[in-house]
Structures are given as C-alpha cells and as structure tokens.
C-alpha cells in the first residue's frame, strides 16, 4: 500500500513538471540551474543534421596540421546500419572516435506508452531486429511481473527453444556482416546461407522471418508447428558441420588472424566501466552471463556452459560467437527432448483472449474477447524491470504502469547503446584499418541504439 | 562470331531500356529491419545476381537505384535526400517497407511518413518487413516500368 502512494507521487511528480513546459525551470534558488539553454534555430538544425558542424575540433588542437577529422558514415557499408563516427586522425592513426548516434531514432519508447500490453511486442519487437525475439520476451516477462503471473511449462520451453534459435541467427548474421567488412566476402554468403534455416522455422511458426511479435504476455502467440521436431533435428544436424566450415577456413587462416589478433583490446576493467555485457564481456575474461546469473524463464534446468575467453581483442570477440553458437545448439536439443505437454498460453480468462471457437458458444468468452482486443487488460500500478541475455548483452525492460491498460512509461536497456561507448576506448590510438575491424567485433544493432 | 550476316534491328529506344534495367546498381541505404532482407536477398538463396545487381555500390555516383530499405528518421532524411541528389542520371527509388512507404506503425515525431515526402518514389514494396522475394517481385515490377516508360525522364 505504502509503495503505492510513492508511485503516484511519483508519477504526480513527472506529471506535474512536463505541464509547465518541461524541464527549462529557471528558479530564483541559490544553487539551482538551468538545465536546458533556450534553443536557437541555429542549435535546432543542429539537432535535427540539416546543418552539419564539426563540432570536434578544438583550439589547442587545431594548429596542428597533421590533425585532420574525418567523417564515416552515417551512410556506410561497415558502420552497421546508420552509425556516424567522427574520427580524428593523425596520420594513418585515428586518435579519437566520437559516434554520432540518432540517425534510427523512431521514438519507439513513446509509442510504447500509446500501445496497449497485449501490442507491446508488436513495438519492442522492432527495436533489436537482429534478435527481436529476446525483445519481445524481456517486455512479456517484465508484463508478467507486473502482473504476477506465471505462464504454463510448456511456454517458457518454447519460449526458450525460440529465442536460443534466435541467438543462433542473430551470431550467424555477426559473423557474416563481421566477415565481410575485413573482407572475407565468402563469409558473408556463408553466414547467410545458414541464417535462412533458422528463419524458415521462425516462418513456419511465427509466420514471419523476422519481428514476429510471438512471444507475448501470458505464453507465446501459437503452439508449435507439427513435425517440428524435425526441422530443429535439421538444423542441429547442418549448422555444427557448417561452423566446421567456417573454422577450417578462418581459425588458422594467417590473414584472419594477423587482421583480429591484438586489435581492439578492451579489459574487463574497460567493460565494468563502460557498462559492457555480452560476448564482449566474456571475452575478456570475465565470466558473466545473465543465463547463469539471473535465469529466466526456466532456463535454469537446461545443462550449456558459458564460454570465456582471455584476450579481450577482436578475435576472441569473433571466437566466442562462433562457442556460443555450439552451447545455444545444446540448450535447443535438450528442449527439443524435454518439453512438455499441455497449454502454450496462461489460462487466465483476463489475460489471455478465448479461442475462436468459444466465441460462437459463449457470451462471457464473447466479452472477454471484445474486452481484451478493445481496451486491452488491465495492469496493476507499479514499477518492474527485467533483464534478459541476448546476443548482445544484457537486455532490459522497464515499466512503470498506473493501473490502467498503457504503460505509463516504457523504457529498454539496449546492450548496444551500452556497447558502443567502448568504441572510442577501442579504437583510440590504432591504425585505421582496424576500424572496422573494432566495430564488426562490437556487433551494434543501429535499431537498439537508438530505438 | 560477330559476321556481317548477323543483324539484329531494334529501335533505339527499346535497346536503351532494355540495357537499363539488365544491370542496375542500388546503392547501399540500407536503415533498418528490411536491411537485412536486403542483403539476405542479395546472398545465396535468393541471389540478386542474377538480375545482374548483386553489387551493392557504397558511392551513390556508381548506383541506378536506390532501395530504401527501412525507416527514415526525421535526423536521416537530409543525408537521404543528399545521396539521391548524388546520383547520376537516370535514376530509380524503390520504397521498400512499410516505414519508408507510409511510416508503418510509428506514427510519431521522430520518423518522416513516407518517403516520398523527400524523394520521388518508382516502386513500393509492402511488407514489414517485405522478404526478399517480396524486394525481388518489386524490382521486376521496376524492370516492366523501365520497358514500358519513356526513355527522357
């Protein structure tokens, strides 16, 4: 009860000051400041790229001839997406990095707070659209929380199953746009090539290849399709002899190694410092996987190892996909062997909206229906945040629902926005040619950066 | 091989469309979400090879079509219009999605709705996002376009 009156002052709070003009409150108090400088047209175009600046020059640097700034992307075919990089070069030698981020700002966040909890993964899913899977299960688990409810066995194995898939695809795709930017072209066909097995099961269940809005609060959308045993006994059965593949041509290929090894170094004391979760992580030494840690969704009771690696450069970054990839394929098989039978859905009659059939026989399941798909169900107030590992990193999702059917207000924690800070600690004081190289090994997803 | 007595009589015009549409270089926009389906469209399975445009140019002054392939956000839509003024003539734009057609589900502040608020669109591709067989049905739809068109744009 007390935890209740504290989220509605809190929320009075946050009301109350974005109705008299925001945060631009400038206050006779000694010591308070003015947060926000009054906005010229100047600083708007800024804003918004139509008038571009080199904002990173400064004086002590300028007279020096051998500076020279320049701009990478945001159109570029290695930056992944629409990342811009200021980079300062001295030389052949990049000095710093600023990334220049928003180029993908789509305001999902806001469209959150617009879109009912039963169409929350139709929004998130498309924000981390490499893995919009793990997108789609951090909203549902942090709606499940909030509503304290816990789904059927059999939805948290094929929940698991799906986003351990999703994993796999979403490396592979690493992997293959990695390959290609320090010009390992057959990687990139390679990659590829795999990723469409994966996508054809996702097909096959989801109905889309990809932002399958599938996972949602209260179980998954539908059952699994029939004989798919025999699809993931496919895909278990192809890609470890695909992967083979891969290592035969690059683990002891000497360009490879001369391009990856020792390029891009970032020790764990870097990553505690910046934020970095994920492969990144783990790479360095640190051994810390949310799977482990903070399990979700019964992924506890599956047997899989996490992979470390030592060297922290770019090439155990590479490596530790290419383990994951391996440990992601043991949990698929074991959920393959145990899952269990009953309902794919929660059988709460609130939550979950009757099956077609009953809407001819019954009036309550005609309500309900109508309930559910109208106005949506309800959410008690209160605050909820959940992470999840995906491929990235630490994945997490925050809620604050007043009690009503919205969310209040819908934020995400992308890995890939924490990620891409280390990319000037990365890239600082090494060749050029090792730029892509750095950001390839980060794998940013522009979408969960800027969502 | 090439003796006098092979002939072959066409019209400038058809010769000209024809050698348009048989290898056009899109350049590389890609955004979002249907980047990926781009490229996927591009690698193996669906190989756009064969339509003779595999080869994706990083330099608009290279290309003859331009696939946006995702949302354009209002920050991108400068840049956008800017690697399509750099094109060469004659130049094509494939929408590709619902975000660059319509803006999709998001309407909000940050996305422009439709890109054809920017640039002049040729094909829409429907789709969210649309797979590559989808991408390839619209640039075969462009294909008849082109043959059927006027050569003077």
């Known amino acids: 009860m007390n935890e209740d009156n504290n989220i509605k002052d809190d929320l009075d709070f946050w009301a109350t000051n974005s109705e008299e003009g925001g945060w631009n409150i400038s206050s006779t108090d000694e010591g308070s400041q003015k947060m926000l400088e009054e906005e010229d047209e100047k600083q708007i175009k800024i804003q918004t790229g139509s008038d571009v600046v080199d904002d990173y020059v400064y004086s002590e640097e300028t007279t020096d001839d051998e500076r020279m700034i320049v701009n990478m992307g945001p159109q570029h075919p290695s930056t992944h997406g629409v990342l811009r990089l200021q980079v300062e070069l001295e030389g052949e030698v ?64 094929i929940r698991i199953l799906m986003t351990e898939l999703n994993r796999i695809s979403s490396h592979l795709v690493a992997l293959a746009t990695g390959g290609m930017d320090i010009g ?163 059988q709460d009659k609130k939550v979950t909206p009757p099956p077609r059939q009953r809407l001819d ?91 | 091989m090439f003796s006098p007595d092979n002939i072959f009589t066409t019209t400038i015009d058809k010769a000209v469309r024809w050698s348009r549409t048989q290898s056009m270089w899109p350049v590389t926009f890609g955004l979002a979400c249907c980047a990926i389906e781009m490229m996927a469209a591009g690698s193996a399975k669906y190989d756009l090879a064969r339509y ?41 734009v494939i929408a590709m999605g619902a975000c660059s057609s319509t803006g999709g589900m998001f309407n909000n502040y940050a996305l422009v709705q439709g890109v054809d608020h920017i640039v002049p669109v040729d094909i829409y591709v429907p789709g969210c996002p649309p797979g590559p067989q989808s991408l390839m049905h619209g640039i075969l739809t462009l294909h008849d376009k082109i043959m059927e068109g006027e050569i003077n744009r």
Request: hydrophobic share 40%.
């Open chain 1, 94 to 157: 990049v000095r710093r990095v600023k990334p220049v981020i928003g180029y993908l700002h789509t305001g999902m966040e806001k469209t959150g707070e617009e879109l009912a909890y039963f169409q929350g993964p139709t929004n998130t899913t498309r924000m981390d659209y490499l893995s919009p899977l793990f997108n789609e299960l951090v909203f549902s688990l942090t709606t499940e929380k909030l509503l304290d409810i816990e789904v059927p066995e059999r939805a948290k194995a």
């Open chain 1, 361 to 451: 026989e019954s009036m309550e399941a005609l309500i309900h229906h109508f309930k559910i798909y109208t106005e949506g169900f309800k959410v008690p107030p209160g605050k909820a945040y959940v992470a999840v590992e995906s491929p990235r990193g630490e994945l997490g999702c925050y809620i604050v629902s007043d009690g009503s059917s919205k969310p209040y207000r819908m934020h995400v924690r992308g890995p890939s926005f924490c990620n891409l800070q280390a990319l000037p600690v990365i890239m600082a004081d090494s060749p050029i040619a090792d730029a892509v190289a750095a950001i390839a090994s980060l794998d940013p997803v522009i979408g969960d950066v800027d969502r």
């Open chain 2, 52 to 92: 003779g445009m595999e080869v994706f140019r990083a330099s608009p002054r290279q290309a003859d079509l331009m696939i946006v392939a995702g949302r354009v956000s209002q920050k991108m839509a400068p840049v956008l219009r800017q690697v399509y003024d750099q094109m060469a003539e004659p130049k094509w």
């Open chain 1, 184 to 346: 390992a072209l057959s990687m990139m066909i390679f990659g590829f090539r795999e990723r469409e097995l994966i996508l054809n099961f996702f097909e096959k269940t989801s109905g889309l290849r990809m932002n399958h809005n599938y996972i949602r609060p209260g179980g998954v959308a539908a059952d699994l399709p029939d004989n798919w045993q025999k699809d993931i006994k496919e895909i278990l059965k192809i890609i470890p002899e695909k992967l083979k593949d891969y290592d035969e041509m690059l683990l002891d290929n000497p360009i490879w190694q001369g391009r990856l090894k020792n390029v891009g170094i970032l020790t764990t004391e870097e990553c505690f410092a910046y934020g970095i979760t994920g492969p990144s992580l783990r790479a360095s030494g640190f051994s810390w996987d949310l799977r482990k840690t903070q399990p979700y969704s019964g992924i506890e009771n599956y047997e899989f190892e996490v992979p470390l690696l030592t060297d922290s450069d770019v090439f155990s970054r590479w490596r530790i996909k290419v383990l994951e990839i391996f440990e992601s394929l043991k949990i698929v098989e074991q959920v393959m062997d145990t899952i269990p039978k009953g309902a794919y859905r929660i």
